[in-house]
Nanobody, 124 residues
Framework: HVQLVESGGGLVQPGGSLRLSCAASGRTFSSYTMGWFRQAPGKEREFVAVISWRIDTTYYADSVKGRFTISRDNAKNTVYLQMNSLKPEDTAVYYC?????????????????WGQGTQVTVSS
């Protein structure tokens, strides 16, 4: 079992940057594939990015490719989402999720554990 806590959200102007962090409890973090999802008001939760437990595989939604970077530090039990060139349409609550020994998954149904989310607002 793992608990996830996101941080790093906030208000940023269009074109700005934020780095989200997701800290995980437990001693087996390195065995979890980690994903980031987001949910805007009135919309369904959507996939943003994923990094495999092997670290050698990442995958991004087309809407964030080239602007967002997912990474992880297994020594710190933390996964990051670096978000650059932010746009108003990136405004959402961002969630991290985990699945043990999981594949590079883009569907929320494939993840077992979720954080509470952190709000990102992109506005001038």
């Amino acid at each position: 079992h793992v608990q996830l806590v996101e941080s790093g959200g906030g208000l940023v102007q269009p074109g700005g940057s934020l780095r989200l962090s997701c800290a995980a409890s437990g001693r087996t973090f390195s065995s979890y594939t980690m994903g980031w999802f987001r949910q805007a008001p009135g919309k369904e939760r959507e996939f943003v990015a994923v990094i495999s437990w092997r670290i050698d595989t990442t995958y991004y939604a087309d809407s964030v490719k080239g602007r967002f970077t997912i990474s992880r530090d297994n020594a710190k039990n933390t996964v990051y989402l670096q978000m650059n060139s932010l746009k108003p349409e990136d405004t959402a609550v961002y969630y991290c999720a985990a699945v043990s020994w999981g594949p590079v998954a883009t569907s929320s149904n494939e993840y077992d554990y979720w954080g509470q989310g952190t709000q990102v607002t992109v506005s001038s």
